[in-house]
């Protein structure tokens, strides 16, 4: 078996190789194609890949190249977790919303749309070079706006599934608390990518007991600190947000705090240095310690279950995924990409049936859809009014003084990445 991943001297990457390492089993990989335009990047990336293969007793082989279509031939699957423009891009959206009032993250509001302006092209690009070279390999897409990106590649046609380890997470925590495995949890799982909420936590499969209520009155103040968000927030809403909702319920409250310390990028940026340093160490032959503070927890074991699914492997049953709606939000258009349990199999993802949502958070997901569909549009379109209308449908910033704002402020930041700027 053979996979590839696209960005593969992120210093993220050997989390990914560990896990590739320690679940080979589930995913016995012979071939592993790590492709950067990096190189130097790349090679202290592949060489620490290796060593970690060697000590964990892996026969696989590591490949480097810059070359996507070499890299990518006869693969059974692709990876891609790329950034394009790198941790300066993301500094900036970080902090030039921030200057309007607005949240400044990387994937979500202004921020977030810069990225899928940069993003999308050179990801469809990516993709068609596969498709050109091995049409039947599957996609896997970690790149965030992991949602609008998973759109935007299944709208092309190809055979590709949004990933991304929020739902992995609440699994390892939930399983934490209830003193189980990780594989008796399943979370009612349902929304957007980084807009979503566990409405259950079932024991066993889709058919288990709700242990929700239980985790709640019994775990709530320690899931609610996790969440940075108040446990009355919890009781009254009765189901667990993601993370990512703390920029809508205490949106004032985040860009306040947001304005008095250095951006999360530059915290990363800071990190890359030091692992980049470990990397070149030719003692070291395991993920350093340093890494788990890097962010995508989980992300390898997320990986690993769904390529070994989707090849007919010994992958979990049932996995939270970004794939097409296909009439299970029944509120959303059957095409819009939603996040949500969806049983893995060769054919790709099928969503479990998802009981009524609630309007309390429907019309959040039915919103941040039509933004998404309009920041699809400008990212696959260009021009300044389709850029505008994202900004000014996104229920993060909704005042056309702030959109137009941003809108040149995006523009200024990221022509360097926008062909038609």
């Known amino acids: 078996m053979k996979l590839a991943v696209v960005g ?72 891609l977790q790329l950034r394009v ?31 899928a302006l940069r ?40 055979k590709a599934v949004g990933l991304c380890n929020v739902a992995i997470g609440f699994q390892r925590t939930f399983a934490g608390l209830l003193g189980v495995a990780p594989a008796d949890v399943h979370l009612n799982h349902v929304g957007l990518n980084h807009l979503t909420w566990e409405t259950g936590v079932r024991l066993g499969g889709p058919e288990g007991a709700d242990l929700l209520p239980k985790l709640l009155a019994e775990h709530g103040d320690a899931i609610a600190d996790d969440l940075r968000l108040p446990r009355q927030v919890l009781d009254r809403l009765g189901v667990v947000p993601s993370y990512y909702l703390r920029y809508f319920y205490a949106h004032d409250e985040v860009v306040r705090e947001l ?10 940026a800071e990190m890359e240095k030091q692992l980049l340093e470990m990397y070149g160490d030719p003692a070291l032959d395991e993920k350093p310690e340093l890494l788990a503070k890097r962010g995508g927890a989980f992300y390898s074991e997320a990986a690993v279950d769904l390529a070994a699914s989707l090849l007919g492997g010994g992958g979990s049953p ?29 054919q790709g993802p099928t969503p479990l049936p998802v009981p009524e949502p609630d309007p309390l958070y429907t019309g959040l997901i039915a919103h941040v859809t039509a933004y998404e569909d309009l920041a699809l549009e400008a990212a696959l379109r260009g021009g300044r ?6 900004m000014l449908s996104h229920p993060l910033i909704g005042q056309y003084e702030y ?16 062909a038609w700027a």
């Open 385 to 390: 009014d389709r850029v505008f209308k994202a």
């Open 259 to 268: 304005r008095t310390k250095p951006s999360r990028a530059a915290e990363v």
């Open 8 to 79: 593969g001297g992120s210093t993220y990457t050997p989390e990914l190789i560990d896990g590739f390492a320690r679940l080979r089993d589930t995913l016995p990989i012979s071939e592993l194609v790590l492709i950067d335009p990096a190189a130097d990047r790349l090679e202290l990336v592949g060489g620490l890949a290796r060593r970690i293969f060697a000590k964990q007793g892996h026969d696989g082989k590591i490949v480097t190249t810059s070359d996507v279509d070499a890299g990518v031939a006869d693969a059974d699957a692709v990876l």
């Open 318 to 346: 049932y996995q939270v995924v970004n794939t097409v709606n296909r009439g299970t939000l029944p509120f959303l258009p059957d095409d819009a990409v939603i996040e949500v349990q969806a049983a893995v199999g060769g």
């Open 119 to 158: 993003t999308v092209p050179v990801v469809l690009d990516i993709a068609e070079r596969v498709r050109r070279t091995n049409p039947n390999a599957w996609i896997i897409d970690f790149t965030n706006p992991v949602g609008i990106v998973t759109r935007a590649l299944l709208q092309a046609g190809h």
């Open 85 to 115: 423009g790198g941790q300066a891009a993301r500094n900036n959206d970080e902090t030039w919303p921030l200057e309007c009032g607005c949240v400044g993250q990387e994937t979500t509001g202004a921020g977030g749309l810069a990225k």
């Open 403 to 418: 959109a137009e704002a941003l809108t040149d402020k995006l523009i200024a930041h990221n022509r360097e990445h926008l």
